[in-house]
């Protein structure tokens, strides 16, 4: 699992926080404790006083069995050295008379007391409370004041999880921006409202979507420049072959042809660099006026008909729709009839080419179903690699599928292949563009500034 530098934040502030909670509760609960013991400690002394001053007459001389509540202090008032107290709420217990004055602690009849001792004009008070009633009170009065640290704590990390998520909102959307970078759509990533800390991150970013700009138009100026001054000297060397032909005597004919089809081959390559170049070529600004499909499918289907028939290949098209797609009408032609072609060459004498068409979300795709021999599984991931040939057996560029995938890719399209999976031999190729309706809405959902509304 990659790490997750917002989950590390989030679990290094839950632990802070909980850390804290745990500490700060810890320390309310002693200081509770020690607060509700001094506050019991007071209250045994204001006894003390009290009976001192003359409460101690309330106190019967011979007070009933059983009646001193447990958890009630017990006050004993005596002469030095008598047996028996003058006045005693519980005469069974026999506090320690040697105590020093002040508090103490002893254990009496076997249970822990705490003693409040006051010497005064020859007269002994003792104030005494059992621990174990001292400790139930501290310790309920002290969870207490957990509760707001256990209903608290949940909350702010809670508040720490949302802050940290919305806090990464921004790198977010920077990272979605950055997935949707590729050749096609390059555009500098915008720094309003980018933390100070990711902005040498951004601006590194677009100093290199700069310059993969500059490489990639470079590439694409020399590859046009290149194809097209190809272009012109081959042009020259078919006349000259035409025009050479009839002088040919019979027994040079074949090499000849041979000569022929090579410029020939020559020139397809050349047609198919200046369409790959302006298939790189960026988008221009501006609306794209939406194409009709299905019209382009049925176009591409006349132009390999003659070539279909003459090899007894069915080709067909069905299931057409009526969308439109936001993308040039030519852009869809050259996708299309690049698809249709291939198939046409792949498919054995005899076979079946089908293309039909269907709407999916936002998008539009036009697949084309061929009987022909398959690609390897291990080759798929490859097939729209520039010159790359699935079949060394068939002739072409290895040009025509990395054109489809460069024109639908700049329109925010794909092109996928994909073995057919019913159980017969061939494959199924379709080009995806967006539906027209689709952009149109996603426009009108955009400010000026191409941000979302």
């Given amino acids: 699992m990659k790490p997750s530098l917002r989950n590390n ?88 008379q040697d105590a020093p004055g002040g508090f103490t602690s002893a254990q009496v009849a076997g249970e822990g007391w705490r003693i409040y001792t006051l010497r005064d004009e020859g007269t002994l008070i003792q104030i005494a409370q059992r621990s174990s009633v001292r400790d139930e009170l ?11 640290t256990l209903v608290l704590l949940p909350l702010v990390l809670a508040a720490v999880l949302l802050i940290v998520r919305v806090s990464f909102r921004k790198m977010n959307q920077l990272g979605n921006e950055v997935q949707e970078i590729d050749a096609a759509h390059l555009k500098p990533l915008p720094s309003a409202g980018v933390p100070t800390e990711l902005l040498p991150f951004v601006d590194s970013i ?29 042009t020259a060397l078919q006349l000259q072959a035409d025009n050479l032909q009839p002088h040919i005597v019979a027994g040079n004919q074949e090499r000849f042809n ?21 298939a790189d070529a960026p988008l221009s600004g501006g609306s794209i006026a939406p194409t009709d499909v299905s019209r382009v499918v049925v176009e591409a289907v006349a132009d390999v008909l003659p070539i279909a028939a003459a090899r007894s290949i069915d080709i067909g098209a069905e299931q057409m729709v009526t969308d439109k797609a936001a993308v040039p009408a030519a852009d ?13 060459r792949y498919t054995p004498d005899g076979g079946t080419i089908d293309l039909s068409m269907r709407t999916d979300g936002q998008t539009i795709w036009v697949e084309v179903t061929d009987t022909g021999p398959g ?60 539906l027209a309706r689709a952009q149109a809405e996603r426009n009108a959902a955009l400010d000026p500034h191409g941000r979302e509304l």
């Fill in 9 to 96: 934040l989030a679990i290094a502030l839950g632990l802070l926080v909980s850390a804290v909670a745990i500490a700060q509760g810890i320390s309310s609960y002693q200081l509770c404790r020690a607060g509700m013991s001094a506050l019991l400690d007071l209250r045994l002394e204001q006894v003390a006083v009290r009976m001192r001053n003359g409460l101690a007459e309330t106190i019967p001389a011979t007070p009933s069995r059983g009646s001193q509540p447990s958890r009630d202090i017990v006050i004993t008032i005596r002469k030095p050295g008598a047996e028996v107290p003058l006045r005693s709420t519980d005469p069974s217990l026999q506090l320690p």
């Fill in 375 to 434: 690609i390897a599984e291990e080759l798929l991931p490859r097939v729209f690699d520039r010159f790359f040939r699935a079949n060394l057996d068939v002739e072409g560029t290895g040009l025509g599928l990395s054109i489809v995938k460069s024109i639908t890719q700049k329109y925010g399209g794909d092109a996928v292949i994909r073995n057919r999976g019913d159980g017969r031999s061939g494959v199924v190729a379709a080009v995806i563009f967006p």
């Fill in 258 to 278: 041979e000569l022929r089809s090579g410029i020939a081959r020559s020139s397809a390559l050349i047609a198919q660099l200046l369409r790959l170049a302006r």
């Fill in 332 to 344: 869809v032609a050259i996708a299309v009839k690049n698809l249709v072609s291939n198939a046409v």
């Fill in 138 to 148: 501290e310790r309920e009065t002290a969870l207490t004041t957990l509760w707001p």
């Fill in 206 to 234: 677009n100093r290199m979507i700069v310059r993969l700009a500059q490489s990639i138009e470079a590439e694409r100026k020399f590859i046009a420049d290149a194809a097209h001054e190809l272009r012109t000297p081959l």
